[in-house]
């Protein structure tokens, strides 16, 4: 092999060099895209969490609390539908009264 084929073979190395280095730091940073993507998301679904965890403690305070009522309105030997019937009779007399 002669020196410009030495030559020739050299600069098609250093292209093909140069090429693969473009190449990695286009994936580095896609990465890097990807990395601070994946942080966004992260901070979104744990705030998303935080917000349904919230609404669940919400809902199981009403469910204790609903529980209670019950509890308390069997000691009383009545349940809900019994209260709603007496509540809707003393309204329609209220409002007959009037």
Request: proline share 1%.
């Amino acid at each position: 092999m002669g020196v410009k084929e030495t030559l020739a073979a050299l600069e098609s190395a250093g292209k093909s060099l140069s090429q693969k280095k473009a190449k990695i730091t286009s994936a580095e940073a896609h990465l890097v895209q990807l990395g601070t993507r994946t942080q966004v998301q992260q901070v979104e679904l744990e705030q998303v969490l935080t917000d349904k965890m919230k609404e669940t403690k919400v809902k199981l305070a009403e469910v204790e609390e609903v529980a209670k009522l019950k509890g308390e309105l069997a000691k009383l030997g009545l349940d809900i539908p019994t209260i709603i019937k007496v509540a809707k009779e003393f309204c329609d007399d209220t409002l007959k009264g009037k």
